[in-house]
Nanobody, 126 residues
Framework: QVQLVESGGGAVQAGESLRLSCAAS????????WGWFRQTPGKEREFVAA????????RYADSVKGRFAVSRDNTKNTAYLQMNSLESGDTAEYYC???????????????????WGQGTQVTVAS
């Protein structure tokens, strides 16, 4: 049973930074791609960023390009989302995920994602 646990969320001022972590347990996820999504009340979960398994290719939503950076550390079975220059529009519950196929994240197919974390709240005050 794979479990993903996010940490690092919190409340910050606009312009500040946060780093989210997502630690996996249960099995190594070296052969999995990792993805980050976010969701606000009443809206669908939206894709934020992803990193592939083999060559750590990255992909970002247009709204976060240049501000967020996704990374992974296979030795720690952990993924990260560095969020800089945070804006009030970044306020959301952030979810990490893992899936065998990077295509899942290219297409933003939330229904195909194999593993999800429980979410961590990020609140950005303007």
């Amino acid at each position: 049973q794979v479990q993903l646990v996010e940490s690092g969320g919190g409340a910050v001022q606009a312009g500040e930074s946060l780093r989210l972590s997502c630690a996996a347990s249960g099995r190594p996820l070296n052969a999995y791609s990792w993805g980050w999504f976010r969701q606000t009340p009443g809206k669908e979960r939206e894709f934020v960023a992803a990193i592939s398994d083999r060559d750590s290719r990255t992909r970002y939503a247009d709204s976060v390009k240049g501000r967020f950076a996704v990374s992974r550390d296979n030795t720690k079975n952990t993924a990260y989302l560095q969020m800089n220059s945070l804006e009030s529009g970044d306020t959301a519950e952030y979810y990490c995920s893992a899936d065998r196929s990077y295509l899942t994240y290219i297409h933003g197919d939330t229904y195909r994602v194999q593993y999800w974390g429980q979410g961590t709240q990020v609140t950005v005050a303007s």
